[in-house]
């Protein structure tokens, strides 16, 4: 399958039809530090895991964590960015995400994505739903972030 990586991706766009099952992106990098840790948090998951690392230390984290949606939000980022290039952008119809390791100050995360199912639609004959599996990654490769989607992509447009 194909892979693409980083800014390599913005030179095709992919329609429902040429997408494959097991075909594979990699996004560009993010370094994340303790300053943008700590202002995500202040201003939409104000917990003190994610807010000081004093009182971070005696909590399940054992110090200072990003929150899960601040992970998330830099994946979405990411493959905005870098990632999948399909036509019309990266519409979600629904998902599942997990989160099995904490994302922390100096941690550089990258997303590998991969087509997981291709649906067409039997109502929408212009469209289709794209099941993909996002996993961000560290720069040791571990798994911090999980995220499945279904996202809508259209197909290409009969010629005419």
Same mark, same amino acid.
Do not use: C
């Given at each position: 399958?194909?892979?693409?990586?980083?800014?390599?991706?913005?030179?095709?766009?992919?329609?429902?039809?040429?997408?494959?099952?097991?075909?594979?992106?990699?996004?560009? @990098?993010? *370094?994340? #530090?303790?300053?943008?840790?700590?202002?995500?948090?202040? $201003?939409?998951? /104000?917990?003190?895991?994610?807010? +000081?690392?004093?009182?971070?230390?005696?909590?399940?984290?054992?110090?200072?964590?990003?929150?899960?949606?601040?992970?998330?939000?830099?994946?979405?980022?990411?493959?905005?960015?870098?990632?999948?290039?399909?036509?019309?952008?990266?519409?979600?119809?629904?998902?599942?995400?997990?989160?099995?390791?904490? @994302?922390? *100050?100096? #941690?550089?995360?990258?997303?590998?994505?991969?087509?997981? $199912?291709?649906? /067409?639609?039997?109502?929408?004959? +212009?469209?289709?739903?794209?099941?993909?599996?996002?996993?961000?990654?560290?720069?040791?490769?571990?798994?911090?972030?999980?995220?499945?989607?279904?996202?809508?992509?259209?197909?290409?447009?009969?010629?005419?």
């Amino acid at each position: 399958m194909t892979a693409i990586h980083g800014a390599d991706s913005g030179k095709t766009r992919y329609y429902l039809d040429e997408l494959q099952v097991g075909q594979r992106f990699t996004t560009g @990098t993010h *370094a994340l #530090d303790a300053g943008q840790i700590k202002a995500f948090a202040a $201003a939409f998951d /104000p917990q003190p895991f994610h807010l +000081d690392e004093a009182a971070a230390k005696d909590t399940l984290f054992g110090d200072l964590a990003a929150s899960g949606w601040h992970t998330a939000a830099i994946s979405m980022r990411l493959m905005v960015d870098s990632g999948p290039p399909f036509v019309g952008g990266i519409i979600g119809g629904g998902g599942e995400i997990v989160w099995p390791k904490p @994302t922390r *100050a100096g #941690d550089v995360l990258r997303v590998e994505i991969e087509v997981l $199912a291709i649906t /067409p639609s039997k109502s929408r004959p +212009d469209r289709g739903m794209v099941t993909v599996r996002n996993d961000t990654r560290n720069q040791n490769g571990d798994i911090l972030q999980t995220f499945t989607a279904k996202l809508v992509v259209p197909k290409r447009p009969a010629a005419g």
